[in-house]
């Protein structure tokens, strides 16, 4: 009897143990799958309990946008590219004056039909600088003499403006003086006859009439619509140099200018120099003036006593 019940209490402790392996074996089963499956959390943007997860994905311009990317440049500003038609004008003894072309175009211009974008060009061609004197006459006893006079330093020889159209309908006079265009920005500046108590009138008078007296000689010129465009985008601009201009580097300067405001220059320079005959009398009459002057009278008193015996023989 006591045997049945041993084998009977042996009996249940082996199936309570493989019931227990059977539940150990399940448990590790299950915590396996739920380790390996991924989880999707949901973004806190109030979505509903039980509602299927939504991916969070970066915005659109991140996806597009590439790493380090640079940030997009503004487009290219107009320039204005020139040239003249001659670098070098030789003077000699039979020089009666030249005219150079100063020709050119407008990069990255806008269309016309999308911006009704007008554009303009000035020319300034000025010549060597230069000392000026402006004198004024006053009547004294009835006679009309010097009574005054203003020195000027570093004056243009030679001063030519060729614009598409009036300057003061280009722009107005602050960006004109800034870039000194016109006549009435020449560089003009006193350096004796100024402490004999002139006024601001006086030296103002002093200045039109040494540009009047330019004007006058040919050498101080203004062409309102000397500049012409070819086409839309290419200009072509005449200057004329008058036989007596300075001898000397002419400096070009042309000015783009949109709206008012200059938006492009160009700098060129035109060579002046004495070829020839004319070239070494120069270089003699400056470099040995002593001798220039006997070798002169020489040629004078030479050229007296030639004429009085041919007319001599002439006579008989």
Do not use: C
């Not at 004007?215 to 072509?236: A, C, I, N, P």
């Amino acid at each position: 009897m006591q045997r049945a019940d041993q084998r009977g209490r042996y009996g249940r402790l082996a199936g309570t143990l493989l019931v227990a392996a059977a539940l150990l074996l399940v448990g590790a089963e299950v915590r396996g799958q739920s380790a390996g499956t991924p989880q999707v959390i949901a973004p806190s943007t109030g979505t509903a309990p039980g509602a299927p997860p939504r991916s969070v994905l970066p915005p659109r311009a991140a996806q597009s946008a590439p790493p380090n990317a640079a940030p997009v440049a503004d487009g290219p500003r107009e320039a204005v590219e020139a040239d003249v038609s001659t670098r070098s004008v030789a003077v000699t003894s039979s020089f009666t004056g030249t005219e150079i072309v100063v020709f050119g175009s407008i990069v990255n211009a806008a269309r016309p039909d999308a911006t009704q974008t007008v554009y303009d060009i000035v020319v300034v061609v000025e010549g060597t600088s230069q000392a000026l004197v402006a004198r004024r006459k006053s009547r004294v006893a009835g006679i009309w003499i010097n009574t005054q006079s203003l020195t000027f330093e570093s004056v243009p020889s030679y001063y030519a403006i060729a614009s598409t159209r009036p300057l003061d309908e280009i722009a107005d006079a602050i960006v004109l003086r800034d870039n000194d265009i016109g006549f009435e920005r020449v560089r003009m500046t006193p350096i004796r006859g100024w402490e004999t108590g002139i006024t601001t009138s006086d030296l103002q008078q002093f200045r039109q009439a040494a540009i009047r007296l330019k004007q006058k000689d040919g050498l101080y010129t203004q062409s309102e619509f000397g500049v012409t465009f070819v086409g839309t985008h290419l200009f072509r601009a005449t200057i004329d140099l008058p036989a007596n201009v300075p001898v000397g580097p002419l400096k070009t300067r042309i000015y783009l200018f949109r709206e008012g405001q200059v938006v492009g220059t160009f700098n060129t320079e035109v060579t002046m120099a004495r070829e020839g005959l004319e070239r070494h009398l120069h270089t003699f009459a400056f470099e040995y003036p002593l001798f220039y002057g006997i070798f002169t009278v020489l040629t004078a008193v030479l050229a007296g006593l030639v004429a009085s015996t041919l007319f001599k023989r002439a006579r008989h």
